[in-house]
């Protein structure tokens, strides 16, 4: 059973389709991330959830209560908006008390419930200071706590990690997530960060132009993207054009025969893998086994070699066909290998690791 529930809801700013028929279940105790670019619609989602964007069309249920035309006090969301959103006027446990005081609770218990707020995100001594006197992981905080002393049913975060720093952003970011765990929150959290959204969230809905493109598991996304754009949005691939040539069979525009596993559409006209499950191999070591099954293997010359720290990136142009990325993690392995730039070489990958694309 769907704790929410989005059916064919959607947005129009005048000409601009914001979202368009967004259709989603979430189940009662999941956090699901709403992930894609830069004016996708990821924001506009969450306020129609949240009811300060009324929608133009569809509804929206919360625990079977259609809540389409609710006003939002009176649908009991806790929401982080994008960017800071404290008062900067007032004290830390203001803040905090602000939602509580707008819902006309008893001043005694709202003192009890900012500490308890307060607490939950290790800030209890801070309540007396002022938003400035405190760091951007702080303040953040500050913001989940307001947001989650109202006891919400729900939780909303818009790029609650924006402006952090890398390394704040990581302990912000486990923080949340343990916070989610621990109080079992349903929560939708906006991000167009794709490692924040695999590290967080139990479910990923990436969205491109107002449209979902796909929903699943972070691992699913990663490994079984089913088109281009979440391939290319959820880190980095190789991509192949090509055509189906029978079962398991995928026939490259330059005619190299390559395997994969599994159903793939019958549009399917790319196979895509990733440059981590790609290795380089000295081009006289794979012509034995060059018709396994299992691994596909082209040959080409490698174009470049640049040092990233723990990885080294191979960029190795495909005999007749496009320029792909193989990621090596150990450098006495490619010294090892004698390879240079020029050199002949080949990549392989695994027919398991071969997603293919509509
Ligand atoms: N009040 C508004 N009036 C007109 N158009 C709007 C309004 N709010 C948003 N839009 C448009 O709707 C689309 C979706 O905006 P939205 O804020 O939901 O994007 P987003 O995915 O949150 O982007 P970002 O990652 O930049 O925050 C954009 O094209 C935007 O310009
Ligand atoms: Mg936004």
Known sequence: MAYIEFSGVEKRY??????????LAIA?????????PSGCGKTTTLRMLAGFVPVSAGTMRIDGRDVTNVPPYRRNIGMVFQGYALFPHMTVARNVAFGLEMRGIPAGEITQRVRVALERVRLGDFSERMPRQLSGGQQQRVALARAMAINPDVLLLD??????????????????????????????MVTHDQDEALSMADRLVVMSRGQIEQIGTPSTLYERPCNRFVADFM???NFLPGKIGGIGCFVTEHGAVLSFEGNAPASANTMSFRPERTQL?????VAADAHSDDVNTLAGTIVSFAYLGPVIECLVRIDDGPVVTAL???????????????SRAAVQWARRDAALLA
Do not use: Y
């Open 328 to 342: 090596l993690t150990n450098t006495s392995e490619l010294d090892a290998l004698g390879m240079h730039e020029g």
């Open 14 to 23: 005048g000409a601009t389709q914001a979202v368009s028929r967004f259709d």
């Open 159 to 188: 790029e609650p990690l924006s402006a952090l720093d890398a390394r704040l952003r990581h302990e912000v970011r486990a923080e949340i997530r343990q916070l989610q765990r621990s109080t079992g929150l349903t929560t939708l």
């Open 28 to 36: 009662k105790g999941e956090m699901i991330a709403l992930l894609g």
């Open 281 to 285: 191999v000295p081009i006289d070591a």
């Open 235 to 237: 880190g980095r691939s």
